[in-house]
């Protein structure tokens, strides 16, 4: 049966109602936060947050309740800003094996509405090409460089100078002055017999 294409596009799980990145990316041991906007109407509604490629078969890893907009878990939390419409969820503590389609979902009777997002891990070996090409894109990419900028530029010479200044301070090891000088009633004694000498 052909369906028009207005028709088709309504199908879609999350057609129009609910909105996120087609692709994010985080490092590996590190965090990722995904936000998906969604339509007036929608504010009172449950959002989710499943993992899984096929939308009938995810597997819902964290949602909101009526009466909680933020809920944390270990390793993820969802937090639903009902004012400006906005879905945050965020991955902490990220693993090569998380890496996957998921979900940003509105629960509503009937068929929920949802926007997949594919979720990339990088590994060590891929970090610094990563940064440096989505210096301006991801904001978790953004961070890992600012925090190399900042170990490169800043506390790595501040720490070379720490330790330069206490060895400078510390300087080799001495001779105690005591042993350089008579003691004083030497230094009489011999000023005494000197003046007695014709």
């Known amino acids: 049966m052909w369906l028009p294409p207005a028709l088709l596009l309504l199908s879609l799980p999350g057609c129009f109602s609910i909105q996120g990145p087609k ?37 819902i890893l964290i949602q909101t309740t ?42 509503r009777f009937g068929t929920d509405r949802g926007a997949p997002i594919q979720v990339i891990v990088v590994g060590p070996e891929n970090l610094l090409s990563w940064t440096t090409a989505n210096g301006t894109g991801v904001s978790s990419g953004s961070r890992i460089r600012n925090y190399y900028l900042l170990l490169v530029f800043v506390k790595v010479p501040l720490l070379l100078v720490v330790v330069g200044a206490i060895l400078w301070l510390k300087g080799p090891p001495r001779v105690p002055e005591e042993q350089w000088e008579l003691p004083v009633h030497t230094n009489l004694s011999y000023d005494l017999a000197g003046d007695a000498a014709p």
């Open 23 to 59: 692709v994010t990316r985080g490092p590996e041991g590190g965090s990722l936060t995904v936000e998906c906007r969604y339509t007036r109407g929608w504010e009172t509604n449950r959002k989710w947050w499943c993992r899984g490629a096929d939308w009938y078969d995810c597997q």
């Open 66 to 107: 009526p009466r909680q907009q933020t809920v944390q878990g270990p390793r993820l939390s969802i937090s639903d800003n009902q004012r400006d419409r906005v879905i945050s969820v965020t991955m902490r503590d990220l693993r090569r094996d998380d890496q996957d389609t998921y979900w940003c979902g509105i629960r």
